[in-house]
């Protein structure tokens, strides 16, 4: 049985990619049709290893992307023409067609987060639910429609269309001024360190770091916490580190929660 607690949180903000839609798993499986259908499956060899690389210098890219330092034609074209340069096999039909090619593949893969609708269930209806993504949006709307999630969340913020990326506090602010939500009751849920919890943090409100490997502790030497795998598994509340810190010369707390399984949520809202 759940915990009873008191109910601290009005409205929730979840980031999409890798805390509700599986965006690794789902690339992987796109960017293996795209290139497929372009022929060029056979010009890389390995495709773990070639997607391998392309994690890497994609989450290079979208760094860059995210501070401003490239444009986004620059990210779509760069990101598959250095994959294939690293990788051996320089593309012969130019990077902005592979990169047409994976994004119209994305929207149609739908496989979510282990644990995600179900949350997503418990949660609808007694939050007010929306999304704040750093996204393309000519892809996002479709992710979101194509994996019957629309139903969950009232309103979608992509950053393209507010004009600014987390962590930049703007787009913080906007999706808060939007849903007519106060600071004090606004929780923050995403997969991103640098993205979502530091810039929720820096805006003023709480968060939750979905951190499935336990990436943050092992490298920051906090403390661990288990993975579960099963929903039955969870039987006690879970072990989430949790961390309070003043913002506004002490006038605002905010805390920052790591958890390892979106099921984690059942016991904190």
């Known amino acids: 049985m759940p915990l009873v607690v008191t109910k601290k949180y009005t409205h929730l ?10 965006f690794n798993a789902n690339s992987f499986d796109a960017l293996y049709i795209a290139l497929d259908k372009l022929k060029l499956l056979d010009q890389i060899g390995s495709y773990d290893a070639f997607f391998r690389i392309y994690i890497d210098v994609n989450d290079r890219l979208w760094d860059l992307y995210r501070q401003g330092l490239i444009q986004k034609k620059v990210l779509s074209i760069q990101r598959f023409e250095e994959s294939f340069q690293r990788h051996g096999a ?12 994976y994004l119209a593949e994305m929207p149609l893969q739908t496989r979510l987060i282990e ?5 997503l269930d418990h949660l609808h209806g007694r939050y007010e639910v929306a999304i704040i993504t750093n996204g393309f949006k000519e892809v996002q709307y479709d992710k979101i429609k194509n994996s019957e999630l629309s139903k969950y969340f009232r ?5 393209e269309e507010v004009g600014a990326q987390k962590p930049r506090r703007e787009i913080f602010e906007y999706a808060l001024k939007s849903m007519n939500a106060p600071k004090k009751s606004s929780l923050m849920i ?3 360190w640098d993205a979502d919890i530091i810039g929720a943090r820096d805006f003023g409100i709480d968060q939750i770091y979905f951190d499935p490997k336990s990436d943050l502790n092992r490298e920051k030497g906090g403390p661990t916490h288990p993975a579960y795998h099963n929903f039955n598994e969870i039987i006690a509340p879970p072990p989430c580190f949790s961390e309070t810190q003043q913002k506004n010369g002490g ?7 790591i958890i390892s399984d979106l099921h984690h949520l059942f016991y904190i809202l």
């Open 155 to 159: 309103k979608i913020f992509i950053s």
């Open 190 to 192: 995403g997969d991103s």
């Open 251 to 257: 006038k605002n707390q905010v805390t920052t929660r």
């Open 13 to 22: 903000f979840f980031d999409l990619d890798n805390t509700i839609w599986d």
């Open 90 to 101: 320089p593309v012969k039909v130019g990077g902005g067609a592979v990169n047409d090619a």
């Open 115 to 119: 644990g995600a609708r179900k949350i």
